[in-house]
């Protein structure tokens, strides 16, 4: 289990002003690879990330709905050389 830092929620918070989004994927509700750029990962509790889904009817919300969702994210800040997975 993962303990997220004050410094990993100041830096996704911050993604979107910083250029640097998170990249977010997800295997769709058929199993299908899906990925994409998100600059509304946020930190949701000492343990627990969270990101918008902006359409209620689009494929996370499905998959989610469909069962046992897993997903990978990650966060690279070119300048500082920062980078985490999650």
Known sequence: MIELTDE????LAGAL?????VIFSYASADGQPQISFRGT???FSNDQL?????????????????GE???ALL???PETRLS???
Do not use: C, E, I, K
């Open 41 to 43: 990962a946020q930190v």
């Open 75 to 77: 966060y690279r800040d």
């Open 17 to 21: 002003v910083n250029r640097t989004p």
């Open 84 to 86: 985490w997975q999650f």
């Open 50 to 66: 969270a990101v918008w889904a902006r359409n209620p009817d689009a494929g996370l919300p499905h998959a989610a709905a469909a």
């Open 8 to 11: 990993m929620s100041d830096a």
């Open 69 to 71: 969702l897993r997903v």
